[in-house]
Protein backbone atom coordinates (compact mmCIF):
# COMPACT_ATOMS: atom_id res chain seq x y z
CA UNK A 1 0.00 0.00 0.00
CA UNK A 2 1.60 3.57 -0.70
CA UNK A 3 1.43 6.40 1.53
CA UNK A 4 -0.98 8.09 -0.30
CA UNK A 5 -3.62 5.10 0.48
CA UNK A 6 -2.78 5.12 3.39
CA UNK A 7 -4.03 9.11 3.77
CA UNK A 8 -6.41 9.56 1.31
CA UNK A 9 -7.15 13.16 0.27
CA UNK A 10 -8.67 15.48 2.92
CA UNK A 11 -7.27 13.94 5.76
CA UNK A 12 -6.19 16.26 8.08
CA UNK A 13 -3.71 13.61 9.44
CA UNK A 14 -2.50 12.94 5.94
CA UNK A 15 -1.55 16.51 4.76
CA UNK A 16 -0.08 17.45 8.15
CA UNK A 17 2.25 14.11 7.03
CA UNK A 18 3.01 15.20 3.93
CA UNK A 19 3.78 18.92 5.21
CA UNK A 20 6.17 17.44 7.43
CA UNK A 21 8.01 15.64 4.38
CA UNK A 22 8.10 18.57 2.68
CA UNK A 23 9.47 20.73 5.39
CA UNK A 24 12.28 18.43 5.92
CA UNK A 25 13.10 18.05 2.62
CA UNK A 26 12.92 21.75 2.32
CA UNK A 27 15.63 22.43 5.02
CA UNK A 28 18.97 22.94 3.94
CA UNK A 29 22.12 20.34 3.48
CA UNK A 30 25.10 20.42 5.14
CA UNK A 31 26.77 21.48 1.53
CA UNK A 32 24.26 23.84 1.12
CA UNK A 33 25.08 25.85 4.04
CA UNK A 34 28.80 25.46 3.94
CA UNK A 35 31.12 28.11 2.85
CA UNK A 36 32.50 27.82 -1.03
CA UNK A 37 35.88 26.13 -1.88
CA UNK A 38 37.26 29.74 -2.97
CA UNK A 39 36.90 31.11 0.25
CA UNK A 40 39.12 28.56 2.00
CA UNK A 41 41.72 30.61 3.64
CA UNK A 42 45.30 30.57 2.16
CA UNK A 43 47.92 32.11 0.62
CA UNK A 44 46.40 33.44 -2.73
CA UNK A 45 48.40 32.45 -5.50
CA UNK A 46 50.22 34.87 -8.20
CA UNK A 47 49.73 34.87 -11.86
CA UNK A 48 51.50 32.20 -13.83
CA UNK A 49 53.65 31.19 -10.73
CA UNK A 50 50.90 30.77 -8.68
CA UNK A 51 51.73 29.34 -4.92
CA UNK A 52 54.64 27.30 -6.02
CA UNK A 53 57.36 29.91 -5.17
CA UNK A 54 56.09 29.09 -1.43
CA UNK A 55 57.38 25.66 -1.64
CA UNK A 56 60.43 26.06 -4.19
CA UNK A 57 61.86 29.41 -2.50
CA UNK A 58 62.25 28.80 1.04
CA UNK A 59 59.04 30.32 2.18
CA UNK A 60 58.12 27.25 4.55
CA UNK A 61 61.03 25.45 5.42
CA UNK A 62 60.12 22.08 4.65
CA UNK A 63 63.18 20.54 5.88
CA UNK A 64 61.44 20.36 9.39
CA UNK A 65 58.02 19.37 8.54
CA UNK A 66 56.32 19.73 11.25
CA UNK A 67 57.33 23.59 11.66
CA UNK A 68 56.31 24.11 8.35
CA UNK A 69 52.96 22.91 8.96
CA UNK A 70 52.86 24.94 12.58
CA UNK A 71 53.95 28.12 10.79
CA UNK A 72 50.86 27.49 8.21
CA UNK A 73 48.40 26.73 10.88
CA UNK A 74 49.87 30.11 12.79
CA UNK A 75 49.22 32.22 9.84
CA UNK A 76 45.77 30.84 7.98
CA UNK A 77 44.17 28.59 10.98
CA UNK A 78 42.68 25.04 11.15
CA UNK A 79 42.04 24.17 7.17
CA UNK A 80 44.44 26.29 4.64
CA UNK A 81 44.02 25.63 0.43
CA UNK A 82 46.66 25.94 -2.13
CA UNK A 83 45.80 26.39 -5.42
CA UNK A 84 47.85 27.51 -8.20
CA UNK A 85 50.17 23.92 -7.67
CA UNK A 86 50.53 22.71 -11.50
CA UNK A 87 51.38 20.36 -12.22
CA UNK A 88 50.06 18.95 -8.87
CA UNK A 89 46.22 19.46 -7.61
CA UNK A 90 45.49 21.82 -5.02
CA UNK A 91 45.96 20.93 -1.73
CA UNK A 92 44.29 22.10 1.40
CA UNK A 93 45.87 21.36 5.08
CA UNK A 94 43.30 20.26 7.88
CA UNK A 95 43.93 20.40 11.67
CA UNK A 96 40.58 19.43 13.07
CA UNK A 97 40.51 16.16 14.17
CA UNK A 98 37.18 15.51 13.39
CA UNK A 99 37.72 16.84 9.76
CA UNK A 100 40.61 14.01 9.40
CA UNK A 101 37.80 11.46 10.87
CA UNK A 102 35.44 13.15 7.86
CA UNK A 103 37.98 11.71 5.13
CA UNK A 104 38.55 8.32 6.42
CA UNK A 105 34.67 7.58 7.01
CA UNK A 106 34.25 8.82 3.43
CA UNK A 107 37.30 6.97 1.67
CA UNK A 108 35.59 4.66 0.01
CA UNK A 109 36.21 1.36 -1.60
CA UNK A 110 38.93 2.59 -3.26
CA UNK A 111 41.09 4.88 -1.00
CA UNK A 112 43.19 7.22 -3.52
CA UNK A 113 46.52 8.68 -1.76
CA UNK A 114 48.35 11.65 -3.66
CA UNK A 115 51.24 9.42 -5.44
CA UNK A 116 54.77 10.39 -5.08
CA UNK A 117 55.18 12.52 -8.66
CA UNK A 118 59.05 11.05 -8.72
CA UNK A 119 58.20 7.67 -8.00
CA UNK A 120 55.21 7.50 -10.35
CA UNK A 121 57.54 8.90 -13.37
CA UNK A 122 60.27 6.27 -12.49
CA UNK A 123 57.81 3.70 -12.98
CA UNK A 124 55.02 4.65 -15.22
CA UNK A 125 58.01 6.23 -17.62
CA UNK A 126 61.43 6.07 -17.15
CA UNK A 127 61.19 1.90 -16.35
CA UNK A 128 57.66 1.08 -17.40
CA UNK A 129 59.22 -1.54 -19.57
CA UNK A 130 59.88 -3.50 -15.85
CA UNK A 131 57.52 -2.37 -13.85
CA UNK A 132 54.84 -2.91 -17.08
CA UNK A 133 51.85 -0.73 -15.48
CA UNK A 134 52.21 -1.66 -11.15
CA UNK A 135 52.96 1.28 -9.54
CA UNK A 136 53.08 -0.82 -5.93
CA UNK A 137 50.47 -0.28 -3.31
CA UNK A 138 52.43 3.17 -2.62
CA UNK A 139 51.27 4.37 -5.75
CA UNK A 140 48.64 2.72 -7.43
CA UNK A 141 45.50 4.02 -7.30
CA UNK A 142 41.50 2.72 -8.34
CA UNK A 143 41.01 -0.87 -8.96
CA UNK A 144 44.77 -2.13 -9.84
CA UNK A 145 45.66 -0.95 -6.25
CA UNK A 146 42.83 -3.12 -5.07
CA UNK A 147 44.35 -5.96 -6.82
CA UNK A 148 47.67 -5.55 -5.04
CA UNK A 149 45.86 -5.02 -1.75
CA UNK A 150 44.38 -7.75 -1.97
CA UNK A 151 47.19 -9.59 -2.88
CA UNK A 152 49.31 -8.49 0.32
CA UNK A 153 47.11 -7.99 3.05
CA UNK A 154 46.83 -11.78 4.08
CA UNK A 155 50.27 -12.13 3.51
CA UNK A 156 51.25 -9.18 5.74
CA UNK A 157 48.52 -8.07 7.69
CA UNK A 158 47.85 -10.78 9.59
CA UNK A 159 49.19 -11.69 13.09
CA UNK A 160 50.01 -15.19 12.13
CA UNK A 161 52.03 -14.51 9.63
CA UNK A 162 54.15 -11.95 11.47
CA UNK A 163 54.68 -15.04 13.98
CA UNK A 164 56.34 -16.90 11.51
CA UNK A 165 59.51 -15.00 11.40
CA UNK A 166 59.33 -14.15 15.31
CA UNK A 167 62.24 -16.86 15.48
CA UNK A 168 64.23 -15.42 12.79
CA UNK A 169 64.33 -11.51 13.66
CA UNK A 170 64.78 -13.12 17.23
CA UNK A 171 68.23 -14.22 15.91
CA UNK A 172 68.77 -11.33 14.25
CA UNK A 173 68.51 -9.27 17.16
CA UNK A 174 70.56 -11.38 19.65
CA UNK A 175 73.33 -11.21 16.85
CA UNK A 176 73.45 -7.03 17.01
CA UNK A 177 73.20 -7.29 21.09
CA UNK A 178 76.49 -9.06 21.28
CA UNK A 179 78.14 -6.73 19.24
CA UNK A 180 77.18 -3.49 21.33
CA UNK A 181 80.21 -4.11 23.48
CA UNK A 182 82.36 -4.26 21.44
CA UNK A 183 81.81 -1.08 19.85
CA UNK A 184 82.12 1.01 22.91
CA UNK A 185 85.21 3.29 23.33
CA UNK A 186 86.93 4.24 26.53
CA UNK A 187 83.93 6.32 27.78
CA UNK A 188 81.44 3.19 26.96
CA UNK A 189 80.24 5.22 24.31
CA UNK A 190 78.86 4.12 20.85
CA UNK A 191 81.18 5.22 17.77
CA UNK A 192 79.74 7.61 14.99
CA UNK A 193 79.26 4.59 12.76
CA UNK A 194 76.10 3.05 15.54
CA UNK A 195 73.46 4.68 12.94
CA UNK A 196 74.91 2.34 10.00
CA UNK A 197 74.85 -0.50 12.56
CA UNK A 198 71.32 0.36 12.95
CA UNK A 199 70.61 0.66 9.54
CA UNK A 200 72.39 -2.56 8.87
CA UNK A 201 70.10 -4.65 11.22
CA UNK A 202 66.95 -3.30 9.62
CA UNK A 203 67.97 -4.26 6.36
CA UNK A 204 68.89 -7.93 7.63
CA UNK A 205 65.84 -7.86 8.87
CA UNK A 206 63.62 -6.85 6.19
CA UNK A 207 65.15 -9.19 3.76
CA UNK A 208 64.92 -12.08 6.26
CA UNK A 209 61.12 -11.66 5.87
CA UNK A 210 60.94 -10.71 2.46
CA UNK A 211 63.66 -13.50 0.95
CA UNK A 212 64.12 -15.90 3.28
CA UNK A 213 68.00 -15.16 2.99
CA UNK A 214 70.40 -13.31 5.11
CA UNK A 215 72.77 -10.60 3.64
CA UNK A 216 75.56 -10.94 6.29
CA UNK A 217 74.89 -7.37 7.10
CA UNK A 218 76.11 -7.72 10.85
CA UNK A 219 79.22 -9.60 10.23
CA UNK A 220 82.05 -7.86 11.44
CA UNK A 221 83.87 -8.62 7.79
CA UNK A 222 81.17 -6.82 6.23
CA UNK A 223 83.29 -4.08 4.03
CA UNK A 224 82.42 -0.43 3.39
CA UNK A 225 81.97 -0.99 -0.14
CA UNK A 226 79.43 -4.01 -0.28
CA UNK A 227 76.81 -4.21 -1.88
CA UNK A 228 73.93 -4.24 0.72
CA UNK A 229 75.83 -0.79 2.17
CA UNK A 230 75.71 0.37 -1.53
CA UNK A 231 71.81 -0.34 -1.01
CA UNK A 232 71.71 1.55 2.50
CA UNK A 233 73.54 4.60 0.85
CA UNK A 234 71.51 4.84 -1.94
CA UNK A 235 68.07 4.67 0.16
CA UNK A 236 69.60 7.47 2.29
CA UNK A 237 70.05 9.56 -1.05
CA UNK A 238 66.27 8.42 -2.54
CA UNK A 239 64.97 10.00 0.49
CA UNK A 240 66.59 13.10 0.81
CA UNK A 241 65.87 13.51 -3.32
CA UNK A 242 62.51 12.67 -3.05
CA UNK A 243 61.58 14.71 -0.72
CA UNK A 244 63.48 17.63 -2.67
CA UNK A 245 61.59 17.12 -5.68
CA UNK A 246 58.00 16.14 -3.74
CA UNK A 247 58.06 19.52 -1.79
CA UNK A 248 60.89 22.25 -2.71
CA UNK A 249 61.51 21.44 -6.70
CA UNK A 250 58.92 21.08 -9.28
CA UNK A 251 61.33 22.30 -11.99
CA UNK A 252 62.42 18.82 -12.65
CA UNK A 253 58.53 18.05 -14.47
CA UNK A 254 60.20 20.00 -17.00
CA UNK A 255 63.89 20.22 -16.85
CA UNK A 256 65.79 17.29 -15.55
CA UNK A 257 67.30 18.88 -12.70
CA UNK A 258 70.80 17.81 -10.94
CA UNK A 259 68.36 15.83 -8.06
CA UNK A 260 66.53 14.13 -10.81
CA UNK A 261 69.32 12.79 -12.36
CA UNK A 262 70.78 11.45 -8.98
CA UNK A 263 67.39 10.18 -8.21
CA UNK A 264 67.20 7.79 -11.28
CA UNK A 265 71.37 6.86 -10.45
CA UNK A 266 70.38 5.39 -7.39
CA UNK A 267 66.81 4.14 -8.25
CA UNK A 268 68.34 2.41 -10.80
CA UNK A 269 71.00 1.23 -8.46
CA UNK A 270 68.47 -0.16 -5.81
CA UNK A 271 66.44 -1.45 -8.76
CA UNK A 272 69.39 -3.44 -9.82
CA UNK A 273 70.41 -4.98 -6.20
CA UNK A 274 67.01 -5.48 -5.28
CA UNK A 275 65.99 -7.23 -8.43
CA UNK A 276 69.24 -9.50 -8.11
CA UNK A 277 68.53 -10.57 -4.41
CA UNK A 278 64.49 -10.93 -5.32
CA UNK A 279 65.81 -13.15 -8.50
CA UNK A 280 67.71 -14.95 -6.32
CA UNK A 281 64.72 -15.66 -3.91
CA UNK A 282 63.00 -16.90 -6.45
CA UNK A 283 65.27 -19.48 -8.02
CA UNK A 284 65.33 -21.03 -4.28
CA UNK A 285 61.68 -20.66 -4.20
CA UNK A 286 61.75 -23.25 -7.49
CA UNK A 287 63.71 -25.38 -5.79
CA UNK A 288 62.17 -26.22 -2.92
CA UNK A 289 60.07 -29.26 -2.45
CA UNK A 290 55.70 -28.61 -2.17
CA UNK A 291 55.85 -29.00 1.44
CA UNK A 292 58.85 -26.82 2.21
CA UNK A 293 57.69 -23.20 -0.07
CA UNK A 294 56.07 -20.58 1.43
CA UNK A 295 58.51 -19.44 3.73
CA UNK A 296 59.14 -15.83 2.78
CA UNK A 297 57.04 -13.11 1.65
CA UNK A 298 58.01 -13.64 -1.60
CA UNK A 299 57.22 -16.80 -2.04
CA UNK A 300 53.76 -16.48 -0.36
CA UNK A 301 53.06 -13.48 -2.94
CA UNK A 302 53.78 -15.72 -5.45
CA UNK A 303 51.66 -19.20 -4.22
CA UNK A 304 48.90 -16.17 -4.39
CA UNK A 305 49.76 -15.03 -7.78
CA UNK A 306 50.45 -16.47 -10.92
CA UNK A 307 52.06 -13.59 -12.46
CA UNK A 308 55.47 -12.44 -10.76
CA UNK A 309 55.30 -9.03 -11.47
CA UNK A 310 53.21 -7.92 -8.95
CA UNK A 311 55.53 -10.39 -5.87
CA UNK A 312 58.38 -8.77 -7.24
CA UNK A 313 57.24 -5.23 -6.98
CA UNK A 314 55.97 -5.90 -3.26
CA UNK A 315 59.07 -7.22 -2.54
CA UNK A 316 60.83 -3.98 -4.29
CA UNK A 317 59.02 -1.70 -1.85
CA UNK A 318 59.82 -3.98 1.01
CA UNK A 319 63.51 -2.89 0.63
CA UNK A 320 63.16 0.05 0.22
CA UNK A 321 60.67 1.45 2.70
CA UNK A 322 61.85 -1.31 5.46
CA UNK A 323 65.49 0.52 6.65
CA UNK A 324 65.13 4.16 7.27
CA UNK A 325 62.44 3.87 9.15
CA UNK A 326 62.47 1.08 11.27
CA UNK A 327 65.95 2.12 11.99
CA UNK A 328 64.98 5.86 12.99
CA UNK A 329 61.54 4.86 14.86
CA UNK A 330 64.46 2.31 17.44
CA UNK A 331 66.42 5.66 17.58
CA UNK A 332 64.06 7.93 19.02
CA UNK A 333 62.59 5.77 21.59
CA UNK A 334 66.22 4.99 23.19
CA UNK A 335 66.61 8.82 22.72
CA UNK A 336 63.31 9.08 24.54
CA UNK A 337 64.21 6.30 27.36
CA UNK A 338 67.27 7.80 27.86
CA UNK A 339 66.11 11.40 28.75
CA UNK A 340 64.24 9.56 31.28
CA UNK A 341 65.57 6.96 33.08
CA UNK A 342 62.45 6.49 35.63
CA UNK A 343 60.93 5.24 32.46
CA UNK A 344 63.57 3.27 31.14
CA UNK A 345 63.69 1.72 34.51
CA UNK A 346 59.71 0.64 34.95
CA UNK A 347 60.16 -1.05 30.90
CA UNK A 348 63.74 -2.72 32.52
CA UNK A 349 61.87 -3.99 35.07
CA UNK A 350 58.87 -5.27 32.97
CA UNK A 351 61.51 -7.04 30.80
CA UNK A 352 63.08 -8.67 33.84
CA UNK A 353 59.40 -10.82 34.03
CA UNK A 354 59.76 -12.02 30.74
CA UNK A 355 63.10 -11.98 29.93
CA UNK A 356 64.75 -13.85 33.33
CA UNK A 357 68.06 -14.38 32.09
CA UNK A 358 69.65 -11.63 29.59
CA UNK A 359 69.63 -14.43 26.93
CA UNK A 360 65.94 -15.65 27.04
CA UNK A 361 64.68 -16.05 23.64
CA UNK A 362 61.90 -13.55 23.03
CA UNK A 363 59.01 -15.64 21.05
CA UNK A 364 55.67 -13.76 19.27
CA UNK A 365 53.55 -14.66 22.32
CA UNK A 366 56.13 -13.06 25.18
CA UNK A 367 55.61 -9.82 23.07
CA UNK A 368 52.31 -9.53 23.12
CA UNK A 369 52.62 -9.55 27.40
CA UNK A 370 54.86 -6.68 27.51
CA UNK A 371 52.58 -3.78 27.97
CA UNK A 372 55.04 -1.22 28.74
CA UNK A 373 57.05 -2.28 25.66
CA UNK A 374 54.66 -1.26 23.51
CA UNK A 375 53.22 1.77 25.27
CA UNK A 376 56.69 3.24 24.86
CA UNK A 377 57.12 2.72 21.37
CA UNK A 378 53.83 4.37 20.61
CA UNK A 379 54.39 6.76 23.13
CA UNK A 380 57.80 7.76 21.06
CA UNK A 381 55.77 7.87 17.91
CA UNK A 382 53.26 9.87 19.06
CA UNK A 383 55.91 12.30 19.90
CA UNK A 384 58.60 11.74 16.87
CA UNK A 385 56.67 10.08 14.25
CA UNK A 386 58.35 9.03 11.12
CA UNK A 387 56.07 10.01 8.67
CA UNK A 388 54.92 13.76 10.06
CA UNK A 389 51.58 13.38 7.73
CA UNK A 390 49.16 11.47 5.83
CA UNK A 391 47.15 12.51 2.97
CA UNK A 392 44.20 11.56 0.84
CA UNK A 393 42.60 12.72 -2.35
CA UNK A 394 38.50 13.29 -2.36
CA UNK A 395 36.63 11.10 -4.54
CA UNK A 396 33.55 13.04 -3.88
CA UNK A 397 32.39 16.18 -2.35
CA UNK A 398 32.90 16.48 1.31
CA UNK A 399 32.40 19.20 3.96
CA UNK A 400 35.11 19.80 6.29
CA UNK A 401 35.19 23.03 8.73
CA UNK A 402 32.54 24.48 7.19
CA UNK A 403 33.75 24.69 3.45
CA UNK A 404 32.67 22.61 1.01
CA UNK A 405 35.90 20.73 -0.80
CA UNK A 406 35.20 19.31 -3.93
CA UNK A 407 35.97 15.89 -5.83
CA UNK A 408 39.97 15.61 -6.47
CA UNK A 409 41.41 18.01 -3.82
CA UNK A 410 44.67 16.67 -2.47
CA UNK A 411 43.94 17.04 1.71
CA UNK A 412 46.79 16.64 4.09
CA UNK A 413 46.57 15.91 7.50
CA UNK A 414 49.33 16.91 10.28
CA UNK A 415 49.47 14.38 12.61
CA UNK A 416 52.94 14.97 13.74
CA UNK A 417 51.84 18.20 14.78
CA UNK A 418 48.15 17.44 16.07
CA UNK A 419 49.81 14.76 18.32
CA UNK A 420 51.70 17.21 20.49
CA UNK A 421 49.28 19.98 20.97
CA UNK A 422 47.87 20.90 24.42
CA UNK A 423 44.34 20.49 23.03
CA UNK A 424 45.04 16.81 22.60
CA UNK A 425 47.19 15.31 25.27
CA UNK A 426 47.88 16.84 28.65
CA UNK A 427 51.42 17.60 28.95
CA UNK A 428 51.93 16.90 25.03
CA UNK A 429 55.96 17.32 25.13
CA UNK A 430 56.31 14.90 28.22
CA UNK A 431 57.49 11.38 27.39
CA UNK A 432 54.77 9.46 29.33
CA UNK A 433 54.19 5.93 28.01
CA UNK A 434 51.49 5.08 30.93
CA UNK A 435 48.79 7.12 28.45
CA UNK A 436 48.66 4.09 26.40
CA UNK A 437 48.15 1.48 29.47
CA UNK A 438 44.56 0.60 29.61
CA UNK A 439 42.89 0.86 32.56
CA UNK A 440 45.92 2.46 34.35
CA UNK A 441 45.81 6.03 36.04
CA UNK A 442 47.27 7.83 33.53
CA UNK A 443 45.36 6.57 30.66
CA UNK A 444 44.35 9.28 28.45
CA UNK A 445 41.76 9.01 25.83
CA UNK A 446 42.41 11.26 22.79
CA UNK A 447 40.56 11.89 19.37
CA UNK A 448 41.22 8.43 17.56
CA UNK A 449 42.47 9.84 14.59
CA UNK A 450 44.94 12.35 16.18
CA UNK A 451 47.72 9.73 16.47
CA UNK A 452 48.15 7.32 13.33
CA UNK A 453 51.55 6.40 13.28
CA UNK A 454 50.83 3.89 10.70
CA UNK A 455 47.97 5.30 9.11
CA UNK A 456 44.30 4.07 9.23
CA UNK A 457 41.95 2.57 7.18
CA UNK A 458 42.57 0.19 4.08
CA UNK A 459 45.70 2.34 3.07
CA UNK A 460 47.25 1.99 6.57
CA UNK A 461 51.15 0.79 6.34
CA UNK A 462 51.26 -2.75 4.89
CA UNK A 463 54.46 -3.25 6.98
CA UNK A 464 53.50 -2.44 10.65
CA UNK A 465 53.17 -6.20 12.25
CA UNK A 466 57.06 -6.68 10.51
CA UNK A 467 58.00 -3.27 11.60
CA UNK A 468 56.35 -3.28 15.29
CA UNK A 469 57.92 -6.77 16.16
CA UNK A 470 61.44 -5.95 14.91
CA UNK A 471 61.35 -2.88 17.00
CA UNK A 472 59.99 -4.67 19.97
CA UNK A 473 62.59 -7.59 20.03
CA UNK A 474 65.48 -5.36 20.08
CA UNK A 475 64.30 -3.00 21.83
CA UNK A 476 63.42 -5.01 24.62
CA UNK A 477 66.74 -7.19 24.50
CA UNK A 478 69.23 -3.52 24.48
CA UNK A 479 67.46 -2.52 27.22
CA UNK A 480 67.27 -5.97 29.17
CA UNK A 481 71.44 -5.99 28.98
CA UNK A 482 71.95 -2.50 28.82
CA UNK A 483 71.36 1.27 30.81
CA UNK A 484 70.91 3.86 27.68
CA UNK A 485 71.84 7.26 27.83
CA UNK A 486 72.50 10.68 25.72
CA UNK A 487 74.49 13.48 26.81
CA UNK A 488 74.74 15.23 23.78
CA UNK A 489 71.35 17.38 23.93
CA UNK A 490 68.28 17.45 22.01
CA UNK A 491 69.06 15.54 18.93
CA UNK A 492 68.32 17.45 15.68
CA UNK A 493 66.50 16.09 12.88
CA UNK A 494 65.76 16.78 9.29
CA UNK A 495 63.13 16.30 7.16
CA UNK A 496 63.76 13.86 4.24
CA UNK A 497 60.58 11.87 3.10
CA UNK A 498 60.72 10.94 7.06
CA UNK A 499 61.86 12.55 9.89
CA UNK A 500 65.51 11.64 10.53
CA UNK A 501 68.05 12.42 13.17
CA UNK A 502 71.05 14.35 12.01
CA UNK A 503 73.42 13.88 14.91
CA UNK A 504 75.67 10.90 15.58
CA UNK A 505 73.95 8.24 17.82
CA UNK A 506 76.90 8.78 20.73
CA UNK A 507 75.14 6.47 23.34
CA UNK A 508 76.02 5.52 26.79
CA UNK A 509 75.77 2.32 27.20
CA UNK A 510 76.57 0.37 31.09
CA UNK A 511 76.24 -3.23 31.49
CA UNK A 512 73.25 -3.75 33.60
Same mark, same amino acid.
Given at each position: ????????????????????????????????????????????????????????????????????????????????????????????????????????????????????????????????????????????????????????????????????????????AEEFIAKV????????????????????????????????????????????????????????????????????????????????????????? =? #??? @?? %??? !????????? +????? $????????????????????????????????????????? =? #??? @?? %??? !????????? +????? $????????????????????????????????????????? =????????? !????????????????????????????????????????????????????????GMRFASME??????????????????????????????????????????
Amino acid at each position: MSLRAAFPRGRSVGRRFFATVAAVDARPTEWELARPYEEIPGPKPIPVVGNKHLFMFGTYDFSSLTEAFRKINTEYGDIVKFSGMEPRRDMVVIYNADDIETIFRNEGIWPERPALQCMKYYRETARKDFFQGIGGVLNDQGEPWQKSRTLVNPVMMQPKTAKQYSHGINQVAEEFIAKVPGWRDAKNEMPVEFKNELHKWALESIVLIALDTRLGCLDPNMKPDSVPQKMITAIHQLFTDMHILEMKSMVWHFIPTPTFKRFIKNSDL =L #LEI @SY %NYI !KEGMERYKN +KKPDE $KGSSVLEKFLERDPDPKRAIVMALDMLFAGVDTTSHALTNV =L #LHL @SA %NKD !KQTLLFNEL +KQFMP $KVDTPLTYESLQGMKYLKACIKESMRIRPIAGSNARTTHSE =LVLSGYRIP !KNVDVLFPNGLLSTMEKHYLEPQKFIPERWIRGGEQAHKAHPFVTLPFGHGARKCVGMRFASMELEMLLAKMVRRFEWDYKYGPMRYQTTMIDAPIDPLRFTVLDR
